[in-house]
Nanobody, 117 residues
């Protein structure tokens, strides 16, 4: 069965850094586009970053060069390196896998990121 498991969330101070990981199983990881979404309390889930199966990346405007998405196909894992964190980055961060050809979509359970002094 398919599993996406996020880790690396936690409590950090403004200006701090955090690296999220999402390790997958049950999918052919290398053919999937991978995404990070986030959802803050009272807000809609929003797309943060994308990395395609070919390694092309895209970022939401609010990231402002602070976040970097990467993948390691050898260990079926996608990462989100977050720098210069702000209070407004506080949210549950979700890993998403998307195989566009077949319309296959999978979600992780989420990991909490809290940015507070």
């Amino acid at each position: 069965q398919v599993q996406l498991v996020e880790s690396g969330g936690g409590l950090v101070q403004p200006g701090g850094s955090l690296r999220l990981s999402c390790t997958t199983s049950g999918i052919i990881f290398k053919i999937y586009d991978m995404n990070w979404y986030r959802q803050a309390p009272g807000k809609q889930r929003e797309l943060v970053a994308t990395i395609t199966s070919g390694g092309s990346t895209n970022y939401a405007d609010f990231v402002k060069g602070r976040f970097t998405i990467s993948r390691d196909n050898a260990v079926n894992t996608v990462y989100l390196q977050m720098l210069s964190l702000k209070a407004e980055d506080t949210a549950v961060y979700y890993c998403n896998a998307n195989y566009r050809l077949f319309g296959s979509v999978y979600w992780g359970q989420g990991t909490q990121v809290t940015v507070s002094s």
